[in-house]
């Protein structure tokens, strides 16, 4: 009994912990940083975090779920990131490598994340990826990437606030010990 106890603790603890791909809303904007983003996004597209980072929080999508799309869509040679093509079929190609996020982030948002965009279906990445790219390998691969980084970086953030709160009690315990010398110095 006290196993399953255990076991029903440690799972209810990490599912608080995880968000699920199912549910994760791609609209999301969770206030990482380029710092912290630049982790996780593959070594050719690094650079571009920044950039990442400012477009996804003006067009509210999840910085995490574009990481992670670019991780699998890039094309380098074309400044094409999210294997975008054009009506004919063939993959754009664009000047600059900031263009084709100003350009295509907006157009993911608007098209797959708006209510009666084109391509509209939902706003996981299930639903996107229906008219975005509807293989089980992509779906799979933009679950994982992108549910990783939401999730690694929380776990990293509540493992950063639980050494902020112990460095706080820490403090506030050696602001009360010093108080205690001083007034009994001042007796």
Request: negative net charge; hydrophobic residues 50%.
């Given at each position: 009994m006290k196993k399953?106890?255990?076991?029903?603790?440690?799972?209810?603890?990490?599912?608080?912990?995880?968000?699920?791909?199912?549910?994760?809303?791609?609209?999301?904007?969770?206030?990482?940083?380029?710092?912290?983003?630049?982790?996780?996004?593959?070594?050719?597209?690094?650079?571009?975090?920044?950039?990442?980072?400012?477009?996804?929080?003006?067009?509210?999508?999840?910085?995490?779920?574009?990481a992670t799309v670019m991780r699998w869509e890039r094309r380098m040679d074309l400044n094409n990131f999210f294997g975008w093509m054009r009506s004919d079929g063939k993959l754009m190609r664009f000047d600059d490598p900031v263009e084709c996020l100003e350009k295509i982030i907006p157009l993911i948002k608007k098209n797959y994340l708006t209510e009666g965009g084109k391509c509209f279906n939902g706003y996981t990445v299930d639903a996107v990826s229906l008219m975005y790219n509807n293989s089980d390998y992509w779906r799979e691969k933009i679950y994982a990437g992108t549910m990783n980084i939401v999730n690694s970086e929380q776990e990293r953030k509540s493992e950063e606030a639980a050494v902020n709160r112990e460095r706080t009690e820490n403090m506030i315990k050696m602001e009360y010990e010093r108080w205690g010398r001083m007034l009994d110095f001042c007796k």
């Open positions: 399953i106890v255990a076991l029903v603790t440690v799972m209810v603890i990490a599912a608080t912990f995880c968000v699920t791909s199912w549910a994760y809303d791609l609209r999301t904007v969770s206030g990482i940083t380029a710092e912290e983003l630049k982790v996780y996004m593959h070594k050719d597209v690094k650079f571009l975090a920044e950039d990442v980072v400012r477009i996804c929080n003006e067009n509210g999508i999840s910085a995490e779920f574009v």
